[in-house]
């Protein structure tokens, strides 16, 4: 096995070690925040060439790996070269498809009392409230405090609203003391 295959090999038997498919957020954000091999973009454009040579398969959203990685380890302390990622070698040796088994669709019916998740994070229940006070502290208008939060929440992927508020009340001096206080005794 060549040192770039090897080297694939080991990126894709990290990221799959579950045995599950994982989606391409995910994977991006084992490559970049978990194992800080590369930044977000260089593991974008690694996923997206993977795929392209045949080494990830894409099943509607959700990646897995397109050749054999039991029993591949990676030594103490190894990190890939990026540039082995962003431009690989074509997969030669692709994994046998498999034959699908038709699963009948079952249509999946919503109870019309479930709770949504930002009903349960008392955090979340308490984000007017938040945009409210931080409005009244700063003198920004309700709406523009709304809009701030939300372009937070676009540009950080993984931030939620009472995350992006609290980073806007700390950008406008505001104290974080009374903030913080009124999410502790929710």
């Known amino acids: 096995m060549s040192a ?15 045995g599950a498919s994982q989606t391409a957020d995910d994977v991006e954000r084992i490559l970049s925040f978990d194992m800080g091999w590369m930044d977000t973009e260089t593991a974008h454009n690694a ?18 790996p397109n050749c054999d990685i039991r029993g591949i380890k990676a030594p103490l302390g190894w990190q890939p070269r990026p540039s082995r990622l962003t ?15 038709e699963t009948p669709k079952i249509p999946v019916v919503k109870k019309p009392g479930t709770v949504s998740s930002s ?7 308490m984000e007017k409230r938040l945009a409210k006070f ?5 003198g920004i208008e309700l709406e523009e405090i709304n809009r701030r939060a939300e372009r937070k929440v676009k540009a950080l992927r993984y931030c ?4 992006a508020l609290c980073l806007i009340s700390r950008e406008q001096d505001l104290e974080m003391g009374p903030i913080i206080d009124s999410f502790a005794s929710s």
């Open 4 to 18: 770039e295959t090897e080297d694939v090999k080991r990126v894709l038997a990290i990221c799959f070690r579950t």
């Open 47 to 64: 996923i997206k060439a993977l795929i392209f040579s045949g080494w990830i398969k894409d099943d509607g959203g959700l990646l897995s």
């Open 87 to 101: 431009d690989p070698v074509v997969n030669g040796v692709a994994k046998p498809v498999e034959k699908e088994v």
């Open 119 to 125: 009903k349960l994070d008392p955090r979340a229940r």
């Open 134 to 138: 931080i409005s009244k502290q700063s």
């Open 160 to 163: 939620t609203m009472w995350l």
